[in-house]
């Protein structure tokens, strides 16, 4: 268990993409998805997002988990 921690505190700092999938499974305020590598991580966003890949900075890194908070697309101007 403690390579996963290793693995899990790597990402801290990092902004990765994620899958929305939907609500987490204890509170329902807050979003779950999952990296690109598989690893779940958690933040709070809008449920317009479920299906959707965005990208999360990763402020907290558990065991078994991820925390995060989602990253704002740029403006796109059009010119």
């Known amino acids: 268990m403690l390579t996963v921690k290793r693995a899990n505190d790597k990402l801290f700092g990092q902004t990765v993409e994620v899958l929305v999938e939907g609500e987490s499974k204890n509170n329902a305020d807050v979003l779950s998805g999952r990296t690109r590598t598989n690893k779940l991580i958690h933040f709070t966003g809008s449920k317009d997002l479920i299906g959707k890949m965005i990208q999360v900075k990763v402020t ?20």
């Open 60 to 79: 907290h890194a558990q065991t078994w988990i991820l925390k995060g908070e989602i990253v704002p697309e740029p403006l796109q101007l059009s010119v």
